[in-house]
């Protein structure tokens, strides 16, 4: 007689669980805020500042906004500045001088106007031609003036930004340059310091497939993990959802900006973040795995 086999079937028990309904992704976590400190003149870097603790700037250190990050060697804007006031100076002596033989020029063409009967014609425009003169020659030397002390306003600005401060009250992420290095200033300011406002608060910079986007929505519930910290499980907020989409082989991803709380300054930027998007939630779901 011929043997009959039978079915063999994985069996569970159906259980009451809550269940969420999620979609993956992967991201990045980045600081809210980032400001890119640079150099508006050229020079080498002679010094650091101080932070909060006393010690030279450098990477993670807590700043004030105001406070010195980096001196830039001032010795070439500082001459600058003294030439310029310098010519500022003779600049007012032969406004003086000018002035003082404009009032000359006028009180001899005054002097000579009601002796105009007895005085040759030419005496007469020869007074009056000196006044003129005399006249522009003030005028001249205004302008001088004028652009001299531009001149020196814009020197005592280059040596102002030979000081690099801090624009915020925040944290050092980069420190990009070394005391003795030379930095110089075209047409992009060279970049300084990578400093961030808050790391309190941080963002997840979450690549979505174009697939799923459409169930992403501002305000919606995330979870994510992190491998530095397994077993932690961290929540946030989509923010929003950038509209410049990129396509890597034909794939089209969409970046959507998490926000999250970050109290205990546990989580570093850059960390790479495996993020789920809550869609739904069941409480109280009959389950069974998959495998049953």
Do not use: H
Request: proline share 4%; aromatic share 6%; glycine share 4%.
């Amino acid at each position: 007689g011929g043997s009959t086999e039978k079915a063999a079937y994985r069996t569970k028990p159906l259980e009451e669980k809550n269940l969420v309904v999620s979609i993956a992704a992967s991201g990045t976590l980045e600081p809210e805020e980032v400001i890119d400190v640079g150099a508006q003149v050229a020079g080498q870097i002679v010094s650091f500042g101080t932070d909060s603790t006393g010690q030279p700037v450098d990477f993670r250190s807590q700043v004030k906004r105001g406070d010195i990050l980096a001196q830039i060697d001032s010795s070439v804007y500082t001459i600058d500045v003294a030439q310029a006031t310098a010519e500022l100076k003779t600049a007012e002596a032969e406004l003086k001088q000018a002035r003082a033989k404009f009032l000359q020029a006028e009180r001899d063409w005054k002097r000579a106007e009601p002796l105009s009967s007895a005085l040759a014609k030419t005496s007469i425009d020869n007074y009056e031609a000196t006044y003129r003169v005399a006249e522009a020659a003030v005028a001249v030397a205004e302008a001088k003036i004028a652009q001299t002390q531009a001149r020196l306003d814009k020197a005592k600005r280059s040596l102002e930004y030979t000081t690099i401060r801090s624009p915020i009250d925040g944290v050092v992420i980069d420190r990009r340059v070394n005391i003795g290095q030379t930095v110089v200033a075209s047409l992009n300011a060279p970049s300084l310091f990578l400093m961030a406002k808050d790391l309190r608060r941080m963002e997840v910079w979450v690549s979505v497939n174009e697939a799923d986007i459409g169930s992403i929505r501002p305000g919606q519930e995330v979870t994510f993990t992190v491998d530095a910290f397994p077993g932690r499980e961290f929540t946030g907020l989509v923010k929003k959802t950038r509209l410049n989409a990129t396509m890597t082989q034909n794939v089209v991803t969409y970046l959507v900006e998490v926000s999250t709380e970050n109290p205990d300054a546990t989580l570093l930027p850059c960390l790479t973040a495996n993020v789920k998007f809550v869609l739904d939630r069941l409480d109280i779901a009959l389950v069974v795995p998959n495998a049953a």
